[in-house]
């Protein structure tokens, strides 16, 4: 069977370390596609070149050529600008859906058969532009928030709880970061929900409450700390956890932004829901019921997502 191929669009931060982990991890051939030439031709070499140590069989190739995405299985795409420290995510909506708008168009054009995983914030805005502009079926365009989100939130509670990070996990729902809402009832340790761990005294609803700011606040942290750009190993990581469950048609259950069509009472945008994704794309939404809280708190997201897509509509009305 032919290797899969797997086209990355935006070879920065993002794009270089998803090209590193698709090769370690034997994804595919790997193609790095970037406007700025030479970064991701002299990436995609310095990344062949560790083939060898860490013994992958993989094809890299950098480009600044559309053409080259050509039969991808999946592309992901992190073209655009990152946040700099004091700005929100939704302050890089003019650059990057101008962005959004050339890449569904390449996608269109080249690649109309990929699944494609967005990365580009902000997110949830951004997912919904690149699957107009493209035209692809909403079910193989996805975004990747929730299950970095998700992540930091189990770290947090494994370093809280001392255990592993493999044996606790997370349900968050809703936009990404600021407005997104994390599921206590749903979130585990083995099993146990978090509400009865504040029972059974490993920790506090206060403790918790700060861990759950703490993860909304996840991105500005790193943003806060690196200065000059924002989080890329995790985020790459999760893009790559969804790529493997669609290429392996590993049915995963994940957080992403999703197109949703009446579920939590939500039609025609996209917004962080769990969802199963196989050889299909997104092949279900899962659909859970929510306390009056938990709703409230989702209504508020889905309506900053909302507010943000209008922007979009403002700004480029043939989307
Ligand atoms: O959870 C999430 N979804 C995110 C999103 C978590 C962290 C960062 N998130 C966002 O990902 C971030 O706000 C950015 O919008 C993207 C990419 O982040 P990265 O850190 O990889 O940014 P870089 O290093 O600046 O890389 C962006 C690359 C850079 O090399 C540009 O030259 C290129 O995008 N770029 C383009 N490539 C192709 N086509 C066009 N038009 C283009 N414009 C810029």
Redesign the pocket.
């Known amino acids: 069977m032919a290797r899969s191929k797997i086209g990355l ?8 370390t998803l090209a590193h982990l698709a090769g370690l991890k034997e994804l595919g051939d790997v193609v790095l ?4 030439d030479g ?1 991701p031709q002299g990436k995609a070499l310095d990344l062949a070149e560790s083939s060898p140590v860490d013994g992958f069989d993989a094809k890299l190739k950098g480009t600044s050529s559309y053409e080259d995405l050509g039969g991808a299985d999946v592309v992901i795409v ?6 700099k420290p004091g700005m929100s ?1 939704d302050d ?1 909506i003019g650059v ?1 859906l ?2 959004m708008e ?2 569904g168009a390449g996608i269109a054009k080249y690649a109309p058969d990929a699944f494609v995983i ?4 902000p ?1 949830d805005a ?1 997912v919904w532009a690149l699957q107009q502009s493209s035209g692809l079926k909403p079910e193989k365009v996805v ?3 929730g299950v ?2 998700s992540s930091r939130f189990r770290y947090f509670l494994a370093e809280e709880f001392n255990v592993s990070v493999e044996d606790v996990t997370a349900f968050v729902l809703g936009g ?2 600021d407005t997104m809402v994390p599921l206590p009832r749903y979130s585990t340790v083995a099993g146990i929900p978090l509400p009865d761990l504040v029972k059974m005294g490993w920790t506090t609803k206060e403790k918790l409450d700060k861990i759950i700011q703490r993860t909304r606040d996840g ?1 500005a942290e790193i943003v806060g700390l690196l200065k000059t ?4 190993y ?2 790459a990581a ?1 893009a790559i956890a969804m790529a493997e469950s669609y290429l392996k048609d590993k049915k995963r259950v994940l957080p992403c932004a999703a197109h949703l069509t009446g579920q939590y009472g939500v039609d025609g945008i996209y917004v962080g829901v769990p969802v199963v994704i196989g050889a299909a794309g997104v092949e279900r939404i899962v659909e859970i019921e929510l306390d009056r809280a938990e709703k409230a708190e989702f209504d508020k997201s889905v309506n900053a997502v909302k507010g943000l897509i209008e922007a979009c509509k403002t700004i480029a009305p043939n989307l």
């Open positions: 669009v935006g070879a920065g931060q993002i794009g270089g596609f970037d406007i700025v970064v992190t073209a655009g600008v990152p946040r995510r890089l990057n101008k962005v050339q890449v967005c990365i580009t914030n997110l951004m975004g990747m928030a970095l989100d990404h970061g991105g750009g924002s989080a890329f995790a985020p999760s």
